[in-house]
């Protein structure tokens, strides 16, 4: 069954520290693979998105994920994290055969020290 | 990017009464749209897909009289629930998407629904 897996609930990091979040997911097919953030009381926007070609991709704010299909893994990653990066951050595969439905991790919060 | 709307924003009612949230693609057509729920500090639940002139297609679980659908154009989808009880307060959100294969879901502010 398809599924997306992020591993760590909440992560804390250090303002100006680097940043990975992860995410496995399991799909049969070719993946569409997409980071969303989620601010408290608010809708997603979309960091990056993965379809094909160069399997590193670059995103809003500094963000950047690699799509590793060895690893099954779409981690996101940013050099230095600033505090206005705090927030929910949710790893989505697209369903392309079931009617572009997005399978979704359980999100990982992000937490910023000073 | 494209944008999504959703009106009201948030939205407090009696229990027993009904209450329609829009959602509108601003600048695309939008083919399908998809309604969720968000329960706090979990992830989001798809309640439903829907194609622009079709009947919705509900995930196992929800209600589909209780939570009426409607995408009857190519920018307005319509989620109305329906005697609204105390267990339907959640925040629901919408999100639109194109009608080609690589496209992303664009998606609404939510609405937050409390039915006392």
């Known amino acids: 069954a398809q599924s997306v897996t992020q591993p760590d609930i909440h992560i804390t990091v250090s303002e100006g520290a680097s940043l990975e979040l992860r995410c496995n997911y399991s799909y049969g097919a070719t993946p569409y693979l997409f980071w969303y953030v989620q601010s408290p009381g608010q809708g997603l926007q979309l960091l990056l998105k993965?379809?094909?070609?160069d399997t590193l991709v670059q995103g809003i704010k500094g963000f950047e994920a690699e799509f590793k299909r060895s690893q099954s893994s779409f981690n996101l990653r940013k050099p230095s994290v600033h505090w206005s990066d705090a927030a929910e951050y949710f790893c989505?595969?697209?369903?392309?055969?079931?009617?572009?439905?997005?399978?979704w991790g359980a999100g990982t919060k992000l937490i910023i020290k000073p | 990017g494209a944008v999504v709307s959703q009106h009201p924003s948030w939205v407090i009612c009696k229990s027993g009464t009904s209450v329609k949230i829009e959602c509108r693609s601003l600048d695309f057509q939008a083919t399908t749209m998809f309604w969720y729920r968000q329960f706090p500090k979990q992830s989001l639940m798809l309640m439903a897909t829907s194609n622009e002139g079709s009947k919705a297609t509900y995930e196992q679980g929800v209600e589909k009289d209780k939570f009426l659908i409607n995408h009857a154009s190519l920018t307005l989808s319509t989620l109305t629930v329906t005697s609204a009880h105390p267990e339907d307060s959640s925040f629901y959100i919408c999100?639109?998407?194109?009608?080609?294969?690589?496209?992303?879901?664009?998606f609404g502010p939510g609405t937050r629904l409390l039915v006392l």
């Open positions: 999100s639109a998407r194109g009608p080609w294969v690589q496209e992303t879901q664009y």
């Open positions: 989505a595969v697209e369903l392309m055969d079931s009617n572009y439905q997005l399978i």
């Open positions: 993965y379809f094909s070609g």
